[in-house]
């Protein structure tokens, strides 16, 4: 196993248990977050995204509905990526097992990956079903400027400071 792979392997087992952790908490009462009517995954964009598409009581009880439903499954799949990452991060390089271990650890992430898009991706389908036609442009809408805000916002963090550009 090349050291590109087992880093792939970890951070992919990282993210996939953050963005599981990020839907099983999103609920009414932790954190402010309710989750969002788009996607799954809870962030600071979500309550205003929740909030900007004007849902009817009916449809929040709704989609809270959907989240309570995926919620357990979405926790599965977060422990079992941390219960992955433990076990690799306890297993020293030079242990005799530890390709094994590694190899372990490597296909159970790619099947976290595949369990969660799966499960994310008929969980937007159902909540998509939840908004009416002129929410869900307004959503696309709103989709599109949260995501092009991120990545400007990355593409400032990524800009060379004045030390930098002056070869301090």
Do not use: C
Not at 135 to 160: D, F, G, I, V, Y
């Amino acid at each position: 196993m090349t050291k590109t792979m087992l880093v792939s392997s970890l951070a992919l087992s990282v993210l996939l248990a953050g963005l599981a952790s990020q839907l099983a908490l999103a609920q009414p009462g932790w954190g402010g977050h309710r989750g969002g009517p788009l996607g799954p995954f809870a962030g600071p964009g979500v309550e205003v995204m929740f909030e900007a598409l004007d849902l009817t009581p009916e449809q929040r009880d709704a989609v809270e509905a959907i989240q309570a439903t995926y919620r357990p499954q979405l926790q599965v799949l977060m422990d079992s990526s941390r219960n992955t990452r433990q076990a690799l991060a306890e297993t020293a390089p030079d242990d005799p097992d530890y390709a094994t271990v590694v190899a372990e650890a490597s296909q159970a992430a790619a099947e976290h990956a595949s369990q969660l898009v799966l499960l994310t991706a008929e969980m937007r389908r159902e909540l998509h079903g939840v908004l009416t036609p002129q929410q869900r442009e307004k959503a696309l809408a709103l989709r599109s400027t949260m995501r092009e805000q991120r990545l400007q916002k990355r593409r400032e963090r990524r800009r060379p400071g004045p030390q930098q550009e002056d070869g301090a």
